[in-house]
């Protein structure tokens, strides 16, 4: 059975950090990978979907990284900035047949100005 | 574009009660699901649908679970009877294609259920 892990549960930074977040799972068997955004009170909104064939994908100051093999992806943010508070979700699509998602609990994320 | 649209955005109601959460997702897309998120579980899918058609109900909890599609711009979920555990946000989502296209899901802003 697949299963998504986060770890820190929760990261306090301050203003123009660099940092990364990680996102692990057992099966190496993916399609696809996925990070979220999720702000309190609303729903989840994709960053970035990196193919099972990629390596790395990006957008802005995010850059995701996935290496299957040992079954772990990274969520890059550099200079970082209040506006990146929010809750980071990863999520792996099992096969190109469905569309389910298995989901990781989150890394809650606080940037202090 | 609407973005997906979910109602109510919050709902208060007791125990035994029938609950019907409504969704309508994006035009033109043609997989639709619905996520139950909790602190303790998280983020779990419940049931999703491919032109209508509900594919995977395995994460449905139990038979007071239902969902139906009548068309393709419109989506339910109903409780009956609710229970103080079922008390969660539920989200839907819409995608073009499943995770064969490589799209993302593009989720609404969830109803939050409190059941007492």
């Known amino acids: 059975k697949q299963e998504v892990t986060q770890i820190p549960a929760a990261l306090s930074v301050p203003e123009g950090e660099n940092l990364v977040l990680n996102c692990s799972f057992t099966?190496?068997?993916?399609?696809?990978l996925q990070w979220f955004r999720q702000d309190p009170g609303k729903g989840l909104t994709s960053l970035l979907l990196?193919?099972?064939?990629?390596r790395e994908q990006t957008s802005g100051r995010l850059n995701a990284s996935l290496d299957k093999s040992s079954g772990r992806s990274t969520l890059y943010i550099a200079a970082s900035q209040p506006g990146d508070s929010a809750t980071y979700l990863c999520?792996?699509?099992?096969?190109?047949?469905?569309?389910?998602?298995?989901f990781g609990q989150g890394t809650t994320l606080q940037v202090k100005p | 574009d609407a973005g997906v649209i979910q109602s109510p955005r919050h709902e208060v109601t007791e125990m035994g009660q029938e609950v019907t959460l409504r969704c309508k997702p994006i035009?033109?897309?043609?997989?639709l699901f619905w996520y139950r998120q909790t602190m303790m579980r998280g983020l779990e899918l419940l049931i999703y649908?491919?032109?209508?058609?509900?594919?995977?109900d395995s994460g449905m909890p139990e038979d007071r679970f239902s969902a139906k599609m009548p068309n393709a711009s419109f989506s339910t979920l109903k409780i009956q009877p609710s229970e103080p555990r079922d008390s969660a946000v539920y989200f839907c989502?819409?995608?073009f294609g499943g995770g064969g296209s490589n799209q993302p899901q593009h989720f609404g802003d969830g109803t939050r259920l409190s059941i007492l």
């Open positions: 989502a819409s995608s």
């Open positions: 099966d190496s068997a993916i399609y696809n």
């Open positions: 990196i193919q099972s064939s990629q």
């Open positions: 999520a792996v699509s099992l096969s190109s047949n469905t569309g389910k998602l298995i």
């Open positions: 035009s033109g897309h043609d997989y």
């Open positions: 649908f491919n032109n209508n058609v509900p594919i995977d």
